[in-house]
């Protein structure tokens, strides 16, 4: 794996700061049924980095605590983490919406056959990649079957209420490109996408979002070897937009890691990129239950262009 900071060193970001925190996005551990190309984490069946039970119920302190909205988890798979149901049980007991990062494919896989269900009764809003709606595109940046795999789940999830206006239960997908390019124009790709799902699998969703993939860790490296990296780089530099930098998502949302540290966002998180508004090369969430972290710095770097170029993308999707 290459070291990318110092590369991203090379590309200085402007300074921004944090607003209110509405939303912790945590990261249940690194083990998937999955190995995509495009992944950030790293992650795959063998990894076995998974949160505890003692660093949940420390997160659930926080949230109490901090008075936190929003609960986003994301993974590897989330859902293969034992204390996942648990965590979204006592998250909604106490009013939080909860965000699970779906790769739908684990709906499909031996052992999950009852989360879809559990998801809906718990009002789980899903967020769920689906880099293309052709078979060979998905296929080819994800593994062969998990299109197929991943449409199956999609019509469980339909059948469910997912996706189906006026269920309340929200079902958004998620669009990265292939290789190292900006995403096209999200409205008109989520009506593309609309319009496809539709017509060939009778498939309904709630909305599209479009993402960037980001220069660090599996994707990163894969650029560094192509020669790729420095034009990827100047492509989003040249498309950076100052008016996406107040709807990044670092702005309103910490990133907590499996052990439970934090930083300022998931992709400072692969980076090992400390906390810009502690002194500690690591921070715990334990030591933070009284820290207002409003208007703290957030650390940034190269990397940041990628949520700030063309129409600005977050885990949200476009920011314009």
């Known amino acids: 794996m290459h070291d990318m900071m110092p590369r991203l060193a090379a590309y200085p970001f402007p300074a921004i700061t944090r607003g209110k925190l509405e939303t912790l996005q945590v990261n249940l551990g690194y083990l998937c049924n999955q190995v995509c190309l495009h992944c950030h984490v790293n992650a795959g069946p063998k990894r076995t980095e998974l949160m505890t039970r003692e660093t949940v119920d420390q997160l659930l302190e926080y949230i109490d605590a901090q008075n936190i909205k929003t609960l986003d988890l994301t993974g590897g798979a989330p859902e293969m983490n034992p204390e996942f149901k648990y965590f979204v049980t006592e998250a909604r007991k106490r009013g939080v919406h909860v965000m699970d990062r779906c790769n739908l494919t684990i709906l499909q896989v031996e052992g999950y056959e009852d989360m879809a269900q559990f998801l809906a009764d718990n009002q789980v809003e899903i967020v769920a990649s689906l880099p293309c709606y052709l078979e060979d595109n998905v296929d080819a940046q994800r593994g062969k079957g998990v299109f197929g795999d991943s449409i199956k789940s999609l019509q469980q999830l339909n059948a469910l209420g997912y996706g189906i206006e006026g269920s309340g239960l929200e079902l958004s997908l998620v669009y990265n490109p292939q290789g190292p390019s900006l995403p096209p124009p999200q409205m008109a790709l989520e009506a593309d996408y609309k319009a496809h799902l539709k017509e060939q699998f009778d498939i309904e969703f709630t909305r599209l979002f479009t993402l960037a993939n980001l220069p660090i860790q599996r994707f990163g490296s894969t650029l560094v070897s192509?020669?790729?990296?420095?034009?990827?780089?100047?492509?989003?530099?040249?498309?950076?937009?100052?008016?996406?930098?107040?709807?990044?998502m670092c702005r309103s949302t910490i990133s907590?890691?499996?052990?439970?540290?934090?930083?300022?966002?998931?992709?400072?998180?692969?980076?090992?990129?400390?906390?810009?508004?502690?002194?500690?090369a690591q921070t715990h969430i334990s030591?933070?239950?009284?820290t207002d972290l409003t208007d703290g710095k957030i650390a940034v770097a190269g990397h940041c262009y990628g949520c700030t170029a063309g129409q600005g993308s977050s885990c949200g999707g476009a920011l314009n």
């Open 287 to 290: 030591d933070l239950l009284s």
């Open 226 to 248: 192509k020669g790729e990296f420095e034009p990827y780089m100047q492509t989003l530099t040249d498309s950076h937009s100052d008016d996406n930098l107040a709807g990044v």
């Open 256 to 280: 907590i890691d499996w052990q439970g540290y934090v930083y300022d966002c998931d992709f400072n998180q692969m980076l090992k990129m400390p906390l810009a508004a502690s002194a500690k």
